[in-house]
């Protein structure tokens, strides 16, 4: 079954409005934690490093004050898009990994499909 | 040079077809090997886990690393129409580099 659960699936909102999502270990407790990115027929694209109880790790051309990221448990993780506009439409995926096992291999939620209007 | 070539597809094979899916990289650094299987609007699921080069079988599926050539294969035996997905490979030392995906459509 599921090991790490994601939510909400699906968000359509309004341009300006901020969304958060959730992505939450469901049998381990997950120090580290991975936020991704996928566009149509395009492969995962790492976004950000989420470390419990520290700040997360951004890749390169990822904007921080965008998307904040938030590891307070560890079971859980949140990816807030602020102030979303119609380019940051997309698939969000989160991922986790289990103590122990460094950063594979990863195990990811159902992900998250944000429309902005 | 991408890290992680992977052809896209589609691939359509029909259904009790033995299927072969494959990548390439370019970093020897390489020592994990996954691949893992996506169905449409859902997250990858992990389907094979391998270390270092060698081959691992798991049920229809068997996962193959040859370092040398750096090349990777996934074979599923008894294909089935639920097997239909995008499959994508991806390798780490540290970070993990994912496969852009090959559709694989098996054909009833």
């Known amino acids: 079954g599921a090991v790490v659960s994601q939510h909400p699936s699906r968000v359509i909102c309004k341009s300006g409005t901020s969304v958060k999502i959730e992505c939450r270990s469901l049998?381990?407790?997950?120090?580290?934690m991975f936020w991704y990115r996928q566009f149509p027929k395009k492969s995962l694209m790492l976004m950000a490093t989420s470390n419990e109880g520290s700040k997360a790790t951004y890749e390169q051309g990822v904007e921080k004050d965008k998307f904040l990221i938030n590891h307070a448990s560890l079971t859980l993780s949140t990816l807030t898009v602020t102030s979303a506009h119609p380019e940051d439409s997309s698939f969000y995926i989160c991922?986790?990994?289990?103590?122990?096992?460094?950063?594979?291999?990863?195990?990811f939620g159902d992900g998250t499909r944000l429309s902005i209007l | 040079q991408k890290e992680v070539e992977q052809d896209p597809g589609p691939l359509s094979v029909p259904e009790g077809a033995i299927v072969s899916l494959n990548c390439t990289y370019s970093n020897s650094a390489f020592q994990y090997f996954m691949w893992y299987r996506q169905y449409s609007r859902k997250g990858p699921e992990l389907l094979m886990y391998?270390?270092?080069?060698g081959n691992k079988e798991d049920g229809r599926f068997t996962a193959q690393v040859d370092k040398s050539s750096k090349y990777i294969s996934l074979f599923i035996r008894d294909s089935q129409p639920s097997d239909s997905a995008t499959y994508l490979c991806?390798?780490?030392?540290?970070?993990?580099?994912f496969g852009k995906g090959t559709r694989l459509h098996i054909l009833p």
């Open positions: 991922s986790a990994t289990r103590p122990g096992q460094g950063n594979q291999p990863q195990h």
């Open positions: 991806a390798m780490s030392n540290d970070k993990i580099i």
């Open positions: 391998t270390y270092s080069s």
């Open positions: 049998d381990f407790q997950a120090t580290t």
